[in-house]
């Protein structure tokens, strides 16, 4: 059987329907009346949304959760350990060398940012969607990338 839902414009199968309610029974969204179209309707959309988050990787595993708990003080032990090597006297050095600090001030906040912006500008012929070319300019704008 096919339920009509209350636009008129799509419908739902007895069998989407129970996937929909078992669905719905996992999440805790509560009781599933099947009185009105209503109902199903609005059930319906609460379904759509508990399966695009399951989709979307948004639900966090136990194993996800300390996969990027150890990635994150591994990546703090290599970079932590790579400083440890700097002597002061060379810090120093480097902290007073003006020609140093201002190349790589250009670098970041200027040179980087214009080829970000000229790589959009060459690649949105090929396909790039404004939502990548922000993602870019974003990312090459931003110091250490991220």
């Given at each position: 059987?096919?339920?009509?839902?209350?636009?008129?414009s799509?419908?739902?199968?007895?069998?989407?329907?129970?996937?929909?309610?078992?669905?719905?029974?996992?999440?805790?969204?509560?009781?599933?009346?099947?009185?009105?179209?209503?109902?199903?309707?609005?059930?319906?959309?609460?379904?759509?949304?508990?399966?695009?988050?399951?989709?979307?990787?948004?639900?966090?595993?136990?194993l996800?959760?300390?996969?990027?708990?150890?990635?994150?003080?591994?990546?703090?032990?290599?970079?932590?350990?790579?400083?440890?090597?700097?002597?002061?006297?060379?810090?120093?050095?480097?902290?007073?060398?003006?020609?140093?600090?201002?190349?790589?001030?250009a670098?970041?906040?200027?040179?980087?940012?214009?080829?970000?912006?000229?790589?959009?500008?060459?690649?949105?012929?090929?396909?790039?969607?404004?939502?990548?070319?922000?993602?870019?300019?974003?990312?090459?704008?931003?110091?250490?990338?991220?």
């Amino acid at each position: 059987s096919i339920l009509q839902m209350p636009d008129g414009s799509s419908s739902l199968s007895s069998l989407e329907y129970s996937a929909m309610i078992s669905s719905l029974s996992t999440y805790n969204v509560g009781s599933i009346s099947s009185s009105s179209t209503t109902d199903v309707f609005q059930n319906r959309i609460l379904a759509e949304e508990a399966t695009d988050e399951l989709a979307s990787g948004d639900a966090k595993t136990p194993l996800a959760i300390f996969s990027s708990v150890v990635s994150n003080l591994l990546l703090f032990f290599l970079i932590f350990g790579l400083s440890a090597t700097v002597d002061l006297k060379d810090l120093r050095h480097q902290l007073t060398n003006k020609f140093a600090i201002g190349t790589g001030v250009a670098m970041q906040f200027v040179i980087m940012p214009l080829l970000g912006f000229a790589a959009i500008m060459v690649f949105h012929r090929y396909g790039f969607s404004e939502a990548m070319g922000i993602s870019l300019l974003v990312v090459t704008a931003s110091p250490g990338g991220s």
